[in-house]
Nanobody, 124 residues
Framework: QVHLVESGGGLVQAGGSLRLFCAAP????????MGWFGQAPGKEREFVAT????????YYADSVKGRFTISRDNAKNTVYLQMNSLKPEDTAVYYC?????????????????WGQGTQVTVSS
């Protein structure tokens, strides 16, 4: 059963932008904290950003602060990650996650729903 579906990844030059989408077909996560994680080749999956259930509170990894913006539209059951000023080191598979146990998430939340990921490749 698919709970989260990511899209919007692709190949972009350094300095460019991408917008990632995370949809939840057939299930609502409007009361859940949502997060984005990235896994670079040969590395462990790392926290990127999280947003609380209402969208009123967000938190970012230091490496993306000021460049990435997480947002959500609960009416559309969709979470977004706007990625600006991309760098080659941002290259990774990006995963969307939901913590259905807590409306106010953090990087340490026990995210219990995950998507399959979308590839982001930034060329120099």
């Amino acid at each position: 059963q698919v709970h989260l579906v990511e899209s919007g990844g692709g190949l972009v030059q350094a300095g460019g932008s991408l917008r990632l989408f995370c949809a939840a077909p057939g299930r609502t996560f409007s009361s859940s904290a949502m997060g984005w994680f990235g896994q670079a080749p040969g590395k462990e999956r790392e926290f990127v950003a999280t947003i609380c259930w209402s969208g009123g509170s967000t938190y970012y990894a230091d490496s993306v602060k000021g460049r990435f913006t997480i947002s959500r539209d609960n009416a559309k059951n969709t979470v977004y990650l706007q990625m600006n000023s991309l760098k080659p080191e941002d290259t990774a598979v990006y995963y969307c996650a939901a913590d259905s146990t807590n409306p106010y998430g953090s990087r340490y939340s026990p995210y219990n729903y995950w998507g399959q990921g979308t590839q982001v490749t930034v060329s120099s």
